[in-house]
């Protein structure tokens, strides 16, 4: 068993990746970072540069705390949501953790794609973090 979260550098990733890894301690289980990013056009050598240095510092950190875990770097053209959710089921997690991110209150309508289809199509639990 695993607890799976979905990391971006924001606030709201960091507030998911800290809750994720205060789950895994009281849990005693292991925890997946994943990193997704749809790739194309937009995702350049300099932006592969900050990506991967952005998840060496998680490793660094998550391996300061003592903690099991993974961090997997996806660039593979699915949506975030797809990756979360694939990852989740291989692993057979206890649950999900996602940050969210404050909305305008038309965006409030909508809740952000992404984290629409994790929190309706994951099979298991997801917990929503906002950020402090």
Avoid: W
């Avoid at 994720?20 to 925890?31: D, F, S, V």
């Avoid at 240095?53 to 961090?71: C, D, F, I, N």
């Avoid at 797809?82 to 965006?107: H, N, Q, T, Y």
């Amino acid at each position: 068993m695993a607890i799976v979260v979905g990391y971006v550098a924001t606030r709201e990733g960091r507030a998911a990746l800290k809750r994720a890894a205060e789950e895994c301690i009281l849990r005693g289980t292991k925890l997946v970072v994943i990193s997704s990013h749809r790739g194309g056009k937009d995702f350049d050598a300099d932006e592969s540069v900050r990506f991967e240095a952005e998840l060496e510092r998680v490793k660094e950190m998550l391996q300061q705390k003592g903690l099991e875990h993974e961090v997997r770097s996806l660039v593979r053209g699915n949506d975030p949501a797809e990756d979360l959710i694939s990852v989740a089921e291989a692993e057979s997690a206890d649950f999900i953790v996602i940050g969210l991110r404050r909305r305008s209150p038309v965006g409030k309508l909508i809740l952000g794609s992404n984290a629409q289809r994790i929190l309706l199509d994951a099979s298991c639990p997801v917990l929503a973090v906002k950020a402090d």
